[in-house]
Every structure is written in C-alpha cells, then in structure tokens.
C-alpha cells in the first residue's frame, strides 16, 4: 500500500487583505499560473489594461514532475508569492482539453481533477468566481487584448471587418483551433478539434509520410501527428528511414534522448538537411492547415497564428514553403486575400485570455450559481415528474448564457476601441 501522502497546510489566502484575480494557462507541458492585484474595484479599464501591466507574481511549472493534485500546487504557488494575505476576488484557468458542464475538468496523463466550485470552496471564493475555460477558448479571447506589435501580418488586410468571425490556429505540443463568432455585435469564442482532423497530403513525399504514419500509428493520421512538436519528430523519424545515408547519428541520438526533440530538430535545421526537410515539410502542412481554416470559417476579424512553433520561426512563415501551402486554394485563392493573417508574436495569449474572463466575470459577465450541497426542503416530485429538473436545467443554462452574452458585450466593445 503506497504511504499517505503528506497534505499541505492551507495557504494565507483564506483570510482576506490583499485582493487578487488568478490567471492559469494548465498544458500537458506547462503549467502557468500568474496572480494580479487589484488596486480598486475592478472596471473595464482592467480589461483594456490586460497586457500591460506586470503580474504580481508569476511562476511556470512542469507539469510532470508535480507531485499531487492541483489544489496542492495552487496552495504552493500562493504560498511562494510570499505577498501576505491574499483574498481570490476571481480566476480563470486555461485548460487544455475539453470543460465538462459545471466548469470541470479531468487531465488524464497527469491524473488531475479540477473542478471550479470545489476550488472556490477551498480557497473561500464567492460562488461562481473561478471559471474553468479550453486553452484555444483562451486564446480566442486573449485575441482582443492584442495591440500594434503584438502581431505581425503575414498576408491579407491590414484592417480587420468589424464583426466578422475571428479563429485561432496553434502548433505546439498540439495542434490547436478555436473560433470566435459574434451576433449583433457580441463576440463568443467556441472550442474546436480541427486538430484532429484527416492529414491531407499535398505531393508524393507527403503521401509516403502518410502511409509510414498508417502503419505507425495502426491507421488514421491526423493533421497534429505532422503539425506540432511531435509531429516535427515524426517527419525527421521518416526522413531518416527514407535517407538513412544522410543520417547525422550524433544529432539524431540527441533528438531521441531530448524531451523536446522538435527544439533540437529546428535549431539544426539551416545546418542539417533531414532537419530541413522536416521542418520544411512540416510547415508546408501548418500553411495548408491555416488555409483549410480560412476557408471553413472565412474568418475576415482575423486568423490569428498563435504556439511556440510559429513564433519560434517566424522568419521561415514568410517565406514561400508557408505561404504557398496557405494560398493553395484553387479557384477559393483570391478569398485568402480578404483574411488578414496575423501571427501572433507573444507568448502569453491563453493567459491573457484567461485574464480577461476572470475580469470579465468579477465585472458581472460570469457568474454562475454555485449548487449546495444539500438542497433546500421542497415538496417531494415524483420520479415521473420532470419538471423540477427541468426548471433546474433551465435556470443553469440562463445562468449560463446571461454570463456568455455579457462577456461577449465586453469582447465587442474592446474590439472596437482597439481597431
């Protein structure tokens, strides 16, 4: 039987003095946690000021090596910010995986449960404070916090349309996509898997890359098995099985032994020439990807690039590999030209948007009820009857859309004023 394990003391944020708005960005990588002051009643100068303004203590863990649940880490992570007695006014954690309903979620490689209303309980928060949201979500709502070199244009406008769709694609230890729709103006981001869509090849080299995926992988290949970080060291693994003579096996022992084997594979990548045809190849897929997005989502607000694989080679974007791949439409080409291609050149736009949700939700934009643990004494409904449930269902999703369209509102009217 495995010893107990040792529970950490409660942190010094159960007694309020100084209060704070917790931003979270959860990978499978990293963990990013960042904890902001709030000098004064939040306003929506908070939102506008989003980017701006350093944290008041910031820390990244590898998610890995961490021992326990969450809850422990949050506790150790206010306990290392070591600024006295802190009150949790709100949060809002980037997760990457789905949000189950009722703000929960389950990390299965690292077997964490998260669930925003016993969080608020543990850590003593109003009812409703704590939200959980998808990291692409975040992403598409970190788009509006974005100012002029925040980004770069690749292609397209320079201008965005006021009200148009706005989507986000990302490579980094995964391929990421989320959407962002408004009606009568108001924005709401909307989670996606377009990750995990079918890999298309383009040509003959990447019709033999997918075949030496099906019989690797037993079958199916999605476009994130090409299109990340893992992918990068999938393309290499196939190169160096096609041109075992070009093999540089120093540098091939150190990307097997690397845990981020992709790092290796691009900084060699302008002095070896399997890691060239790797990343090259591999770009090629992330220009047909992002145009595959263009033209499902005709996203004329802005098909923002965001993850550490296109900001980490941003040079190579602009060359004609990338763009090439991008454009390749057929007769859908001259639409391409209407979407402005932005890449995003910080690296904190999830917690940026988690940021702004956890605002948006102190403002009034968020908050949802959260349920008690033993309801109140009500007259006894038969189990044929589904009315009470119903009402009960009925009133969550209220709860729900009310927090849905005043985010929205503040999305819309930052939007705005920012272009």
């Known amino acids: 039987?495995?010893?107990?394990?040792?529970?950490?003391?409660?942190?010094?944020?159960?007694?309020?003095?100084?209060?704070?708005?917790?931003?979270?960005?959860?990978?499978?990588?990293?963990?990013?946690?960042?904890?902001?002051?709030?000098?004064?009643?939040?306003?929506?100068?908070?939102?506008?000021a989003i980017g701006t303004e350093p944290p008041l203590y910031a820390q990244t863990y590898k998610t890995n090596n961490l021992p326990g649940d969450f809850t422990e880490l949050l506790h150790a992570f206010l306990a290392e910010a070591n600024v006295g007695l802190v009150e949790l006014?709100?949060?809002?954690?980037?997760?990457?995986?789905?949000?189950?309903e009722g703000d929960r979620v389950t990390f299965t490689n690292l077997g964490w449960r998260i669930e925003a209303r016993l969080l608020e309980a543990e850590f003593r928060m109003q009812p409703g404070t704590m939200r959980l949201v998808n990291d692409f979500v975040a992403n598409g709502f970190g788009v509006v916090t974005l100012r002029d070199g925040d980004y770069s244009t690749l292609n397209g406008p320079s201008q965005p349309s006021p009200g148009a769709p706005i989507a986000c694609?990302?490579?980094?230890?995964?391929?990421?996509?989320?959407?962002?729709t408004a009606s009568s103006g108001v924005y709401e981001a909307w989670p996606s898997e377009g990750g995990h869509v079918a890999f298309a090849p383009r040509d003959a080299i990447q019709t033999e890359l997918l075949t030496a995926l099906q019989r690797r992988f037993g079958g199916r290949v999605s476009a994130e098995r090409v299109i990340s970080g893992k992918g990068i060291v999938n393309v290499y693994d196939f190169f160096a099985e096609k041109f075992p003579g070009k093999v540089d096996k120093d540098l091939q022992k150190r990307i097997k032994a690397h845990p981020e084997g992709a790092g290796v594979i691009a900084r060699a990548a302008y002095d070896d020439h399997l890691c060239g045809e790797a990343l090259n190849l591999v770009l090629d897929a992330y220009g047909a990807e992002l145009g595959n997005a263009a033209v499902k989502w005709l996203p004329f607000g802005?098909?923002?690039?965001?993850?550490?694989?296109?900001?980490?080679?941003?040079?190579?974007?602009?060359?004609?590999?990338?763009?090439?791949?991008?454009?390749?439409?057929?007769?859908?080409?001259?639409?391409?030209?209407?979407?402005?291609?932005?890449?995003?050149l910080v690296d904190d736009l999830g917690l940026r948007g988690a940021h702004y949700v956890a605002?948006?939700?102190?403002?009034?934009g968020g908050v949802v009820h959260a349920p008690t643990e033993e309801p109140?004494?009500?007259p006894a409904v038969p189990p044929s009857d589904g009315v009470a449930p119903a009402l009960d269902r009925l009133a969550a999703a209220i709860s729900?859309?009310?927090a849905v369209v005043s985010i929205g509102l503040l999305a819309a009217a930052l939007l705005t004023r920012r272009r």
């Open 1 to 48: 039987m495995a010893p107990e394990r040792p529970r950490m003391t409660r942190s010094a944020s159960m007694l309020a003095n100084v209060r704070c708005v917790l931003c979270g960005d959860l990978g499978g990588t990293n963990s990013r946690l960042e904890l902001f002051r709030l000098q004064h009643t939040a306003s929506k100068k908070d939102l506008e």
């Open 89 to 100: 006014a709100a949060g809002c954690l980037a997760v990457a995986g789905p949000v189950e």
């Open 169 to 180: 694609v990302g490579a980094g230890t995964g391929l990421g996509e989320a959407y962002a």
């Open 302 to 344: 802005g098909l923002y690039v965001c993850g550490g694989i296109a900001v980490k080679n941003r040079e190579r974007l602009k060359e004609r590999v990338f763009l090439e791949a991008y454009k390749d439409r057929g007769r859908l080409r001259p639409v391409l030209d209407r979407v402005p291609l932005r890449l995003v």
């Open 359 to 364: 605002l948006a939700t102190l403002l009034g």
């Open 376 to 378: 109140p004494a009500a």
């Open 400 to 402: 729900r859309a009310a």
